[in-house]
């Protein structure tokens, strides 16, 4: 009988040894952080940031609910730090929840009339993001700001700080994008909230892009998976 017991318990401990590994749930949280957060690196610009992007009209135009809208991208920033991308705002939020480097491009509506500067800002995790993009959405949209990215020869060529008009925030994975919108003419910087359909339309641009930007570098991670023997 000693000996029975002697070899279920080995064989119990022999299949503890081949079964499986199962990760904990703070390991699966990790390896998802760790998916999401190669991406800014492995990508190349030009995938996150595509050459044009098409976003749903806004809601304004609600006699014409299939419309979509575009925009195209007239350049990419160099690689910096949020503290020197961001206004102090979202510097200080972005700062205190790790942000690694922000990764910046500009691009003008189909009509030539916005100008979107987006900033995708890299956290160490998924609740770092969510955590600063609410804190960041907290605050005075005009002190939370990306710093505006002009670009010589195209129409966003005088697009700076000086010309935003709206800016906004949104986050998913490990990333929070900020953007802001602004004029591709001359028209001077003044509240657009008096103006419906301009609110609307400048809010539709700098989501659209952010969102476009999003569904790169946050695309669903295939959930943490370890089979065959210990230690994978």
Known sequence: ??????????????????APRKFTAQQ????????FGKRWRDLTSATIFPASVSYPAPTALDDVPSLL????????????TCASATD???????????CAA???????????????????????????????AKAIASADAARSAVHAVPFNGTPAAAFTDKRRQLSGVVSAGTY????TVGYADSRPK??????GYTDAEMTSA???????????LAAPVTPPNCPGAPGC
């Open 206 to 216: 700098g989501t659209g892009v952010a969102h476009d930007v999003l569904s790169v």
């Open 102 to 132: 922000i990764l910046r491009a500009t691009y003008v509506d189909s009509t030539g009339s916005y100008v979107v500067t987006v900033g995708a800002a890299v956290l160490p995790g998924t609740a770092d993001a969510t955590s600063a």
């Open 28 to 35: 699966r949280a990790q390896i998802t952080n760790w998916e």
């Open 69 to 80: 809208l575009s925009a195209e991208r007239v350049g990419v920033a160099k690689q910096t």
């Open 190 to 195: 003044e509240p657009v909230t008096g103006d």
């Open 1 to 18: 009988m000693l000996g029975g017991l002697g070899l279920v318990g080995f064989g119990i401990g022999a299949w503890t040894q081949v």
């Open 176 to 179: 929070v994008v900020l953007y």
């Open 88 to 98: 102090s705002a979202a510097a200080a939020v972005l700062d205190r929840d790790g």
